[in-house]
């Protein structure tokens, strides 16, 4: 499968490390033979706008952290089918997403799919959070402990406690059980 990536500078080496798989091949230029157009950011928005001017919709992988509800209908209004967050996505997930582009489907994570289709959405204001808050905030909200996120995210326990130590004062609240409460509220998870 022939994928052309337009990926934001700060989203580049994640990316480069997600394509790692045997059955993608990236090339940087729109070619007759592409079968799916990646684009990347932080935000869903930013990721979109990377898209060529002219290029129909359809096939189109959006690869981001953060899913705001405008930024979504935007894209999915432009016919991009399959959503992705860089937190969840594994080099195989994103074959997957991309192969399912390419046979016409798509794919979102169901947050994301529950406030596009007017379910509960944030209920204020969400502060603003790094890439790697939103990593451990992920991690968290699926049951892992300090270590296990150190491993998952290649980084030391000593680091994961900062992160988590800062989720409490960003997000207000008490403890991790509560941030991760307050980051699903606020609909960050």
């Not at 992160?163 to 699903?184: C, F, I, S, T, Y």
Request: aromatic share 4%; proline share 3%; net charge positive.
């Amino acid at each position: 499968m022939r994928v052309c990536a337009r990926v934001c500078p700060a989203s580049r080496e994640q990316v480069d490390r997600l394509l790692r798989h045997r059955d993608v091949v990236v090339t940087a230029d729109l070619e007759s033979d592409v079968d799916v157009l990646l684009v990347a950011g932080t935000t869903v928005e930013e990721a979109f706008a990377l898209r060529p001017a002219g290029w129909p919709g359809a096939r189109v992988v959006v690869l981001a952290d953060t899913f705001s509800r405008e930024g979504v209908r935007e894209a999915v209004r432009a016919g991009a089918t399959t959503l992705l967050r860089f937190a969840t996505t594994s080099p195989g997930h994103l074959a997957a997403g991309l192969l399912t582009a390419r046979e016409g489907g798509g794919q979102m994570p169901h947050d994301v799919l529950v406030r596009l289709l007017g379910g509960s959405g944030a209920a204020g204001r969400a502060p603003r959070l790094t890439r790697r808050h939103l990593s451990v905030l992920w991690l968290l909200a699926e049951g892992f402990d300090n270590a296990a996120v150190a491993r998952s995210l290649t980084c030391s326990v000593h680091t994961v406690k900062n992160v988590v130590r800062e989720l409490l004062v960003l997000l207000n609240a008490r403890n991790r059980a509560h941030a991760v409460a307050e980051a699903v509220r606020l609909g960050l998870v």
